[in-house]
């Protein structure tokens, strides 16, 4: 089973930037399209960020132009550039599969103060 595990979260002030990494036990990136989640307290888990196994990528309005999602197949880790950050940002982020199959990862806090 593969694990996926997120990093990178923390604690920044609205305008300001965090880039969030995702790391797989093995080579899963360069053919299943994957995802970046989040989830805000008291609300549902929705997808912010897709990656195609081509490499097409696509956002969330609330996210477009601010976030950005990569990977690097040699590494096993996608990311999530996110700037210019605000407070609606604040979140659990996960990565899984899209559509999202299997546990979920711990996540990764990004907080953003005002």
């Known amino acids: 089973q593969v694990q996926l595990v997120e990093s990178g979260g923390g604690l920044v002030q609205a305008g300001e930037s965090l880039r969030l990494s995702c790391a797989a036990s093995?080579?899963?990136?360069?053919?299943?399209?994957m995802g970046w989640y989040r989830q805000a307290p008291g609300k549902s888990r929705d997808l912010v960020a897709s990656?195609?196994?081509?490499?097409?990528?696509n956002y969330a309005e609330s996210v477009k132009g601010r976030f950005t999602i990569s990977r690097d197949n040699a590494r096993n880790t996608m990311y999530l550039q996110m700037n210019s950050l605000k407070p609606e940002d604040t979140a659990v982020y996960y990565c899984?599969?899209?559509?999202?199959?299997?546990?979920w990862g711990q996540g990764t806090q990004v907080s953003v103060s005002s």
């Open positions: 899984n599969w899209l559509p999202p199959r299997g546990s």
């Open positions: 093995r080579s899963i990136f360069g053919n299943n399209a």
């Open positions: 990656i195609l196994s081509g490499g097409r990528t």
